[in-house]
C-alpha cells in the first residue's frame, strides 16, 4: 500500500496549510499525522482522520475523502514549520508512511 | 509525563550487530504494544518491527524480517532491538514509539545508526 504526499508546502504565517496524503480508498482506513522537527520526537497531531491529542491546537484539522485525507492547520505559525507524515495500518503491510510534506513558513 | 529514551546507536560495519534500547517512564509499559520507526538521511519515515504489551507477537518490516530482533523487558520497562547483518541501507536515526490502536501516539527522540566501512 502506497501513500503520496506532496513533497512541500510554503507558505505566510496566518495563512493555512493544506496536507494531502493520496492513497487508493484511503476512506476505507484511519489515517493519523505526525510532525517532525530536526533534533526532536515526532508528535502525533491527529488519529482516526480527525482526532486531536491532547495539548494539539485547534488550528490542526483533518478530514477524508475517497483517495484522498487532508491534514489543515489554519493561522499557520514559524513553530508550525515542520515536516509531515500521513500514517495508516494496512493488513497486507501493517504500517505505512507517507512520503512526507515540508512545511515552510516564509 | 510519559518519556521514551532511546540509546545504542552507534557507527557500525556493514555485516556487524547492534542492539538498540527504548528506556520508558511515565505510563504502564506492560499494557503497551511498542515499536520501532526509523528515518534515513533526507528520507521518509519508515516502519521496523512491533511487539505486544506481554511481548508474546511481535510483527517486523519485509526488509528487516530475520535479521532484526524487537524485545522488551516489562520489569525494567524497556524496549530492545537488535539489528544483525547491517547493511549500508540500514543507516538512519531509529526512533521507539508506544503503539495504541494503530497509530503511535508517543515517540523518542531517536538514536542514530551509522553502518559504515
Known amino acids: 500500500y502506497v501513500l503520496t504526499q506532496s513533497p512541500s508546502v510554503s507558505l505566510a504565517p496566518g495563512q493555512t496549510a493544506k496536507i494531502t496524503c493520496g492513497g487508493n480508498d484511503i476512506r476505507s482506513k484511519s489515517v493519523h499525522w505526525y510532525q517532525l522537527k530536526p533534533g526532536q520526537a515526532p508528535v502525533l497531531v491527529l488519529h482516526h482522520d480527525r482526532d486531536r491529542p491532547s495539548g494539539i491546537p485547534e488550528r490542526f484539522s483533518g478530514s477524508t475523502s475517497r483517495n484522498t485525507a487532508t491534514l489543515t492547520i489554519t493561522s499557520v505559525e514559524i513553530g508550525d514549520e515542520a515536516d509531515y507524515f500521513c500514517h495508516v495500518w494496512d493488513n497486507n503491510s501493517y504500517h505505512v508512511f507517507g512520503t512526507g510534506t515540508r512545511v515552510t513558513v516564509l | ?58 510483527h517486523y518490516a519485509d526488509s528487516m524480517k530475520g535479521r532484526f530482533t524487537i524485545s522488551r523487558d516489562n520489569s525494567n520497562s524497556t524496549l530492545y532491538l537488535r539489528m544483525n547483518s547491517v547493511r549500508a541501507e540500514d543507516t538512519a536515526v531509529y526512533f521507539c514509539a508506544s503503539t495504541t490502536a494503530g497509530y503511535f501516539d508517543y515517540w523518542g527522540p531517536g538514536t542514530l545508526v551509522t553502518v559504515s566501512s
Open chain 2, 1 to 58: 509525563e510519559v518519556q521514551l529514551l532511546e540509546s545504542g546507536g552507534d557507527l557500525v560495519h556493514p555485516g556487524g550487530s547492534l542492539r538498540l534500547s527504548c528506556a520508558a517512564s511515565g505510563f504502564s509499559f506492560n499494557f503497551y504494544a511498542m515499536s520501532w520507526v526509523r528515518q534515513s538521511p533526507g528520507k521518509g519515515l519508515e516502519w521496523v518491527a512491533s511487539v505486544s504489551g506481554d511481548g508474546r507477537n511481535t
